[in-house]
């Protein structure tokens, strides 16, 4: 289990599986409120932001899942909140996650000679002004967010998640009546995902990213569900919770990859449409672009996914 699991998982104190899953909860959001607020206290760097990113996603994948047991009027308002700041944090740190997969090979290639012509160093200068035109909009969009009155205002409201959780009746229930089926709707939606995938290595489809894309969000909630409801002490979907946080971490590790390398291609895509390029130059961005695609095959073929729910499409 990573770090970022280990420091969620760490906050749920009494909770038990006969206690009430109101504390499981509490203890799960404190946690994440408690990250939350560290990592928004920091100067605005792209280390912090993707683990203040991090925290909103697991506030929101609880309050969305745990809607039984919280104030639903609350939980909407606050969840779309965080799914804001989340939505703002997260293009940062896509433009940074594709500079290197499009500027390293450009950097091989221009020394080992490939394109004598130049085709692959003009390229590399048309794709570095344009990642550094978007990351430095992203950067002042996700600055402006983070010292706006919006983002102080949701702040003040993470500061008192731990003790101002609105909770329902049904949260007096115990632990194990309760969460083991919060994090079963959780999966059993990561699974018909998984089902209605195309084939790993089909051709290049926007509906077939959208499709794997979505799959890896469920993945990513059924993963922060399973944290929430461990305490239930349960087995989730047939297995014990260690076992499917770990099956679901490296699952939502490996599918982080092809998401990275679908933002790539698709960069290279808009750098295609600039006018008047160099023949050479639209060649080596038609190779940036087929290496990029071909690490979204990889990285879908080689995803450790259920056997199950794959077995479908063999």
Do not use: K
């Not at 433009?95 to 003009?122: C, F, H, K, N, S």
Request: charged share 25%; with cysteine.
């Amino acid at each position: 289990m990573d770090a970022a699991t280990q420091r969620a998982m760490a906050g749920f104190g009494a909770a038990t599986p006969d206690g009430p899953a109101g504390l499981a909860v509490r203890g799960y959001l404190a946690e994440q409120s408690r990250a939350f607020l560290t990592h928004s206290a920091l100067p605005v760097q792209q280390s912090a932001a993707v683990r203040l990113r991090t925290a909103c996603l697991r506030v929101g994948t609880a309050l969305t899942a745990c809607r039984g047991l919280v104030d639903a009027v609350w939980a909407e308002e606050l969840g779309r909140e965080l799914e804001t700041t989340a939505v703002v944090l997260g293009t940062e740190r896509d433009t940074d996650a594709v500079r290197p997969r499009l500027l390293a090979p450009l950097d091989l290639w221009i020394e080992q000679g490939r394109y004598p012509d130049g085709g692959a160093a003009r390229t590399r200068t048309l794709l570095t002004r344009m990642l550094d035109r978007e990351r430095s909009a992203a950067h002042s969009q996700a600055t402006a967010a983070l010292v706006g009155p919006a983002f102080h205002a949701l702040a003040d409201r993470m500061a008192t998640l731990a003790r101002d959780v609105p909770l329902t009746p049904a949260a007096e229930r115990p632990a194990r009546a309760v969460l083991p089926e919060l994090a079963e709707n959780a999966y059993e939606e990561f699974a018909r995902r998984i089902e209605d995938l195309p084939e790993p290595l089909a051709a290049e489809d926007a509906d077939g990213d959208a499709a794997w894309l979505a799959a890896e969000d469920a993945a990513l909630a059924a993963l922060h569900i399973a944290e929430l409801c461990r305490p239930a002490a349960a087995l989730i979907a047939g297995e014990a919770p260690a076992d499917l946080l770990a099956r679901l971490t490296a699952l939502v590790e490996a599918l982080a990859g092809q998401r990275d390398a679908v933002l790539a291609a698709a960069c290279v895509h808009r750098a295609a449409d600039t006018p008047r390029i160099a023949a050479t130059t639209g060649y080596v961005l038609g190779r940036l672009h087929e290496e990029q695609r071909l690490a979204v095959l990889r990285a879908r073929s080689t995803a450790p996914l259920p056997v199950r729910e794959r077995s479908g499409h063999a």
